[in-house]
């Protein structure tokens, strides 16, 4: 897949960073991504993924844009209350890159859905906002060997890791199957921040270049302006990745 003369220029200041060039903007341009939710962490890494020259996004989210959403979902704008995030995200990213293939999905992730739903999209980005949802897509990742790019929001805390079986912890090697759903507060600048580092593991991965999150949580205190790392290790009776679970 050959870069056109206006990709190159667009794409020039990236291109020039060591171990990038127009090979790594050609495996951008072939790559395809599943973006699980448009909201606060999508937000962010939807604009870099797009502004990078992803060829296909594939967004999914079932949920429409409400005034509560607008101090952190900044893909979105109060004259699209109502409509579906993903189709409010796309009217938004078509602007910034018409190079990029949006596609989107506005079904709700499940069990019973979830592998159609990926179908061949290179990798997984959880940009979700609960954790059931988030582990039947791991479960699924784990089952397709395909990498998982998990991130989580709080107030002003965040964390992200690069799940990828079987070279990795799972996210159920540390996070339980039932976490209670509640209503968390958040400040936009979180998920902005850690939707930016998922984009960047993002494109770490697809272009080959420097060193993932793997079996490391990245912990970031936005209080404190703090980023620790927690390392993560296979659990051996993980419900989902050990060898004695059977998918
Ligand atoms: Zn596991």
Request: glycine share 8%.
């Amino acid at each position: 897949m050959k870069l056109t003369e206006i990709e190159k220029l667009r794409y020039e200041r990236q291109m020039m960073i060591k171990g990038w060039g127009e090979d790594g903007q050609r495996k951008l341009k072939q790559a395809k991504v599943f973006v699980a939710g448009a909201g606060g962490l999508g937000s962010s890494l939807l604009y870099y993924l797009t502004a990078a020259g992803i060829g296909t996004i594939r967004v999914c989210d079932f949920d429409r844009v409400e005034l509560s959403n607008l101090n952190r979902q900044i893909l979105h704008y109060a004259e699209r209350i109502g409509m579906n995030k993903a189709e409010s995200a796309k009217r938004t990213l078509q602007n910034i890159n018409e190079h990029v293939h949006i596609e989107i999905v506005k079904e709700k992730i499940q069990k019973n859905n979830a592998k159609r739903l990926i179908g061949d999209s290179a990798l997984i980005i959880d940009c979700l906002d609960n954790f059931d949802t988030r582990h039947v897509l791991n479960r699924i990742a784990v089952e397709m060997n395909k990498p998982y790019v998990h991130a989580g929001i709080e107030g002003f805390r965040g964390q992200v890791t690069f799940i990828h079986h079987p070279q990795t912890a799972c996210l159920a090697c540390f996070i339980p199957l039932k976490v209670k759903k509640v209503k968390f507060p958040v400040v936009g600048t979180t998920p902005g921040i850690m939707g930016t580092l998922q984009a960047m593991e993002t494109i770490k991965y697809i272009t080959g270049i420097g060193e993932l999150l793997k079996n490391r949580l990245l912990v970031f205190d936005g209080l404190a302006m703090e980023f620790s790392f927690i390392k993560l290790t296979k659990n051996s009776r993980c419900p989902v990745c050990s060898k004695s679970f059977t998918l």
